[in-house]
């Protein structure tokens, strides 16, 4: 399989990064912003806390979904989800 690997950068300073693998296929959207603080970070995918919960969508379907950030550098948001399913996960 061919890995590809693909960097999209905005005006804003904002990147976007595409990556394949023989498995998953992962997307992150990366920003210079102010970053997260270190206590709100686990509760982000919480539903309810900034929006629905999107992270049990990807889980059913074999992905994960991932936050990093450091306060003053930025946030950057990933979404990694499989080539292929089971049966199972699709029929969700």
């Not at 379907?61 to 699709?90: A, D, M």
């Amino acid at each position: 399989m061919l890995a590809v690997f693909l960097t999209c950068m905005m005006q804003s300073g904002s990147s976007v990064h595409l990556q394949t693998s023989e498995s998953a296929l992962t997307f992150a959207v990366q920003d210079s912003g102010i970053g997260i603080p270190n206590n709100d970070m686990p509760r982000l995918f919480e539903k309810f806390y900034h929006g629905t919960n999107r992270e049990a969508l990807v889980e059913r379907h074999g992905g994960k979904v991932w936050v990093e950030s450091e306060s003053g550098k930025g946030t950057v948001f990933c979404l990694q989800i499989p080539l292929s399913q089971s049966k199972e996960s699709q029929h969700v």
